[in-house]
């Protein structure tokens, strides 16, 4: 049972540079979303998708941008890293139907710009 | 907004011992409430589900219960062991529909002693 990959699981960026952090789900779910974990600050909301080409904003988005071409993937791209996009990033998913949908997460991609 | 609460932010408990962490939330509407678990280092592993018609959800020595009213969520753990040392987090999810997102607490780091 796979659920949800996420690559890599560690990197390291200079400022400036870009980057994709990528999920991959293999449980048919609609809604996908991504989320930064820091210290004190807890789980905060990126942006979600709840289809193939349908993308929206959380909480807090900027400088990040997404896309949705496919139900299975959902990558993050990171345009020109800052050190304040240090991080613990998480990727999750779940159906959007009326019943079933605890939500699943990825391992995480512990992100550190310098 | 919904605000969801976990006190205290951390406990220790010595091995066998019963215990309850609790849940606050502020918007009693909601359609879903999760726990997770969290490992040092690792993603948010699912233990339980409870929807908001539902009052407990029980797995293994885990039992969630839910009092929409109260705005509150209890997860008690049975004869703790070292193995359940780790961060427990709550999330609600507001309201039903493909786009509704879930609103995590903080967490609480439990350390169980041998």
């Known amino acids: 049972n796979a659920g949800v990959t996420q690559t890599p699981k560690f990197q390291v960026l200079k400022t400036g540079q870009s980057m994709t952090l990528q999920c991959a789900q293999d449980?048919?779910?609609?809604?996908m979303s991504w989320y930064r974990q820091d210290p004190g600050m807890g789980l905060r909301l990126i942006h979600y998708?709840?289809?193939?080409?349908?993308?929206d904003q959380g909480e807090v988005p900027n400088g990040y941008n997404v896309s949705r071409s496919t139900t299975e993937d959902f990558p993050l791209r990171l345009l020109s890293a800052a050190p304040s996009q240090t991080s613990v990033y998480f990727c999750?998913?779940?159906?959007?139907?009326?019943?079933?949908?605890?939500?699943?997460f990825g391992q995480g991609t512990r992100l550190t710009v310098v | 907004k919904q605000e969801v609460t976990q006190i205290p932010a951390a406990l220790s408990v010595p091995e066998g011992e019963n215990l309850v962490l609790n849940c606050s939330f502020t918007?009693?509407?909601?359609?879903?409430l999760q726990w997770f678990r969290q490992d040092p280092g690792k993603g948010l592993t699912s233990l339980l589900l409870?929807?908001?018609?539902?009052r407990e959800q029980t797995s293994g020595r885990l039992n969630a219960s839910l009092d929409k009213s109260s705005g509150r969520s209890t997860l008690y753990i049975a004869a703790s062991q070292p193995g359940d040392s780790a961060t427990y987090l709550c999330?609600?999810?507001?309201?039903?529909?493909?786009?509704?997102?879930?609103?995590f607490g903080k967490g609480i780091t439990l350390s169980v002693r041998p």
């Open positions: 999750a998913s779940r159906f959007t139907g009326a019943m079933n949908t605890e939500a699943f």
């Open positions: 449980m048919n779910h609609e809604y």
């Open positions: 998708s709840v289809g193939a080409g349908i993308t």
């Open positions: 918007d009693s509407a909601i359609y879903n």
């Open positions: 409870i929807q908001s018609s539902q």
């Open positions: 999330a609600v999810r507001p309201v039903r529909g493909a786009n509704s997102k879930l609103t």
